[in-house]
Each structure stands twice: as structure tokens, then as C-alpha cells.
T-cell receptor, first 115, second 115 residues
Framework: DADVTQTPRNRITKTGKRIMLECSQT?????MYWYRQDPGLGLRLIYY???????NKGEISDGYSVSRQAQAKFSLSLESAIPNQTALYFC??????????????FGPGTRLLVL | AQKVTQAQTEISVVEKEDVTLDCVYE???????LFWYKQPPSGELVFLIR??????QNEISGRYSWNFQKSTSSFNFTITASQVVDSAVYFC????????????FGAGTRLAVHP
């Protein structure tokens, strides 16, 4: 089984709809992240979390919110989806513990299309 | 400001050719980490290497090798005797010094290896 899973893997939605992307990990890591990938721009950080009580905005958090329901679960919500949020979304984890300079491991990605 | 530049947007080679993917970074920190990830056509992100700024020795892993040069702020990736399976987008990344293991990604280089 994959260590970092994302659901759904593909999603088509309409402008104005609220959607949630979910991420679960079995690696026992404390840190979790949400990135989006756009062609020619690489990956950009949306939100990150050090533990259940720690949520931080990344480079491009506007229009997004997150919830860290448990150490292993980190959800990304688009409150009112718009077409320029069409992208490939990745969840990532790193750890163990609170040490820095650890490798990030990525989920398989969620392809989101907003019509 | 921290920044990663991958100036090569796309590279096309014929199988068995050697190919080098360039990565130039900017950072004010003396201690930092650099990464390479591979994104095959299936879309997932595969971790390739993590290198800290104190270790300037070149790294070799099979057909893959990395050349880290602090003097030129570069961390280049070479694939020897390329194969069709090497076709992917390759991302270079720099760890943000603010902690939390946040990564700053370059825009990526798309490598196409033709038979």
C-alpha cells in the first residue's frame, strides 16, 4: 500500500462549488504539505502543517483552506472553486519528528478541473 | 530571496546519449539542502537525491550523477546512456531556510528520450 494517498485522484467541478481534497499518510510523519503544480511553474506551496495544532499559509493560500484532522490526515478545501484553480495538487509529508532537513515524500496527485 | 532556476524548459535526446539538466539556486544561507525529483508521465513525484551544502562530493547512482558546485550555486544532474524510461519532468528544489522543510521548486525540465 502507498505511504501517502490522495483522494480523489481526478475531479471535475463547476465554478462556485466547494470541494475537498483529502490526504492520508502511514509514514508516521508530523509534517504535511499541500502544493499545486501548474505547467511551467513547478510546484508552489499552498499550506503546511507541523502537527495537528499547527497550520501555516504558504506562497499561494488565497482561495484555499485546510484542516489537519489527525496526524495522518490533512485536507485541502476550495471554498468556491474558480477556473484558475485548475491544476495538479500534491500532498507531501516529511519527518519523522520535528527535525529539519528531511526528505519530502509526495502522494500520487489529484487532477482538478474547474469548469 | 530563495530561488531555483532550471533554464532548460525541454530537452530532447536520442537513446544512449548523455544528458545534463542544469539547476542554479539562490540562497543567503550557509547551510541548506538541495533536492531532485522525477515526475514520469504517470504524474507522481519520485525522490531522487538530497544533498546538504557541506557535502560537495559528486554523487553517482547507477546512470545518474549529480555535480554540486557551491562556487557557481549549481546542482546539475547528468543521466549517462539515457533510456526511454528516463523521459520525465525533472524538478530541482531548495529547502526554505525558515524551517518546516518547505521546498522551493524550479519550473522543471521536460526530458524526452527517443528510441
Amino acid at each position: 500500500d502507498a505511504d501517502v494517498t490522495q483522494t480523489p485522484r481526478n475531479r471535475i467541478t463547476k465554478t462556485g462549488k466547494r470541494i475537498m481534497l483529502e490526504c492520508s499518510q502511514t509514514k508516521g510523519h508530523d509534517r504535511m504539505y499541500w502544493y499545486r503544480q501548474d505547467p511551467g511553474l513547478g510546484l508552489r506551496l499552498i499550506y503546511y502543517s507541523f502537527d495537528v495544532k499547527d497550520i501555516n499559509k504558504g506562497e499561494i493560500s488565497d482561495g484555499y483552506s485546510v484542516s489537519r484532522q489527525a496526524q495522518a490526515k490533512f485536507s485541502l478545501s476550495l471554498e468556491s472553486a474558480i477556473p484558475n484553480q485548475t491544476a495538479l495538487y500534491f500532498c507531501a509529508t516529511s519527518g519523522p519528528g520535528r527535525a529539519s532537513q528531511e526528505t519530502q515524500y509526495f502522494g500520487p496527485g489529484t487532477r482538478l478541473l474547474v469548469l | 530571496a530563495q530561488k531555483v532556476t532550471q533554464a532548460q524548459t525541454e530537452i530532447s535526446v536520442v537513446e544512449k546519449e548523455d544528458v545534463t539538466l542544469d539547476c542554479v539556486y539562490e540562497t543567503r544561507d550557509t547551510t541548506y539542502y538541495l533536492f531532485w525529483y522525477k515526475q514520469p508521465p504517470s504524474g507522481e513525484l519520485v525522490f531522487l537525491i538530497r544533498r546538504n551544502s557541506f557535502d560537495e562530493q559528486n554523487e553517482i547512482s547507477g546512470r545518474y550523477s549529480w555535480n554540486f558546485q557551491k562556487s557557481t550555486s549549481s546542482f546539475n544532474f547528468t543521466i549517462t546512456a539515457s533510456q526511454v524510461v528516463d523521459s520525465a519532468v525533472y524538478f530541482c528544489a531548495l529547502e526554505d531556510p525558515g524551517g518546516y522543510n518547505k521546498l522551493i521548486f524550479g519550473a522543471g525540465t521536460r526530458l524526452a528520450v527517443h528510441p
